[in-house]
């Protein structure tokens, strides 16, 4: 079979490659044309897996004041976390209102004993200064570290990228890859990051497609030239082929099963595999410094009760799994759970919520001073609501993705100054 430059691009391979439209986003792997400053090899120490639940999550029924009158009366039994009876929460002892009986979701069972080992806080009311309820201009805000629609505009690029642009890691030594999304699409925290690949799913391995003469091929056309074009192809493809080549194989040559460390077991769900890849990308030691992971399904206008717990112990899971699994690594390595915005304190007609304002973050790690509740607790009564019906925000975001990155976090969130929260160990 002879494979000439014409057939490439005229063939799959260049719907793969998503040339037009000035990317390579739709190989798998690639992220980003733009390219970042020149960095040495690290370590993974430091690394930062970002995890984003897509929908707006309602942080109000995984993490509530359960015995809270205006709680009580907002929602029915099946939309909110109950101090009593089967179906009860998990207490929480914490500090940010002492007076009210904070509590799990009972499917987050695996979260509460994080939260007990003083493995993972939690930040609650917090969210965006923008009153936006849309979910893709609040997505959109976060990913880019800003708080302004106005300024969605002129930032182009990610608050991730900005970051390990910053600090020296934008794209990295050959062979090194200093941050992945799981989605397929590309995630707009990583825009703007030369070297970070997309890496929906290991087990079929991360070769382009079109096998090793397809590689030969587009390396030989990418192989000169100085330009961003050639620069982010070149990048890309030695990325692609430092995990490929990193992955054990059998001998048929097929990728062989992951054997997860600590008894981890990592369901087949959408958060089980994104976390088992980082997993298995931070044990290849290629210098990840940060994971962006995409969790959907959040959107819960209707008949919440049971999508949500399913939700919620799948997340849960998953979670426990990747802290297992990455125990050896966990004095530098830092989740974060986040969402684009929280849901309506009352329920709807359809027995779900609809968007709303503040939210929580849940942090978990080595480093991270947990067991506690952080932020500012701004009540449930109506004149303490935003707008008269959501969770008030009370803790910029920023502040606490600001904290998990340390310096430079100017560079990720220009023209933000927030004080810390004391999520991490001092």
Avoid at 117 to 137: K, Y
Wanted: charged residues 20%; glycine residues 16%.
């Amino acid at each position: 079979m002879t494979i000439s430059r014409r057939g490439v691009m005229q063939g799959g391979l260049a719907a793969g490659l998503g040339l037009a439209g000035g990317g390579l986003t739709g190989i798998p792997g690639v992220r980003s044309l733009a390219f970042a400053a020149d960095s040495s090899a690290e370590a993974p120490a430091g690394t930062l897996v970002v995890v984003f639940l897509r929908g707006g999550a309602d942080m109000l029924a995984l993490v509530a004041p359960a015995d809270d009158p205006d709680y009580r009366a907002a929602r029915t039994p099946e939309l909110r976390v109950m101090a009593e009876g089967p179906k009860a929460g998990i207490r929480l002892e914490q500090t940010l209102a002492p007076s009210l009986d904070f509590r799990l979701h009972p499917d987050a069972a695996p979260l509460a004993e994080l939260y007990a080992a003083r493995r993972l806080a939690i930040v609650h009311a917090v969210g965006l200064t923008d009153g936006t309820r849309s979910h893709f201009v609040a997505q959109d805000l976060m990913e880019r570290g800003i708080a302004r629609e106005e300024d969605l505009a002129r930032t182009g690029s990610g608050w991730v990228a900005r970051w390990l642009d910053e600090g020296g890691h934008g794209e990295g030594e050959q062979g090194r890859v200093p941050a992945i999304g799981t989605a397929a699409a590309p995630a707009a925290a990583l825009a703007g990051l030369g070297g970070a690949l997309a890496v929906p799913d290991l087990r079929g391995g991360l070769a382009p497609p079109g096998g090793p003469q397809a590689t030969a091929v587009l390396a030989a056309l990418y192989r000169q030239g100085d330009g961003a074009y050639e620069r982010a192809a070149r990048a890309a493809l030695d990325g692609l082929s430092a995990v490929d080549g990193r992955l054990p194989r059998g001998t048929d040559g097929k990728v062989a099963a992951y054997d997860a460390e600590g008894g981890a077991v990592y369901e087949e769900t959408e958060a089980g595999r994104a976390l088992q890849t980082v997993a298995r990308m931070l044990k290849m030691d290629i210098g990840l410094r940060a994971a962006c992971v995409d969790v959907g399904g959040w959107d819960t206008h209707e008949n919440q009760q049971g999508r949500f717990a399913t939700a919620v112990g799948q997340l849960s899971r998953a979670l426990a799994a990747f802290h297992a699994d990455t125990l050896r690594y966990e004095r530098d390595l830092t989740v974060v759970v986040m969402s684009e915005f929280g849901r309506r304190l009352r329920g709807n007609r359809s027995q779900g919520t609809d968007h709303g304002h503040g939210g929580a973050m849940l942090v978990l790690g080595g480093r991270v001073a947990g067991g506690r509740m952080l932020g500012r607790w701004p009540g449930l009564a109506s004149h303490q609501l935003d707008r008269g019906v959501d969770l008030a925000v009370t803790t910029d975001y920023r502040t606490v993705l600001s904290e998990l990155i340390g310096a430079p976090a100017a560079r990720g969130f220009p023209g933000f100054q927030g004080a810390p929260l004391g999520v991490l160990r001092g």
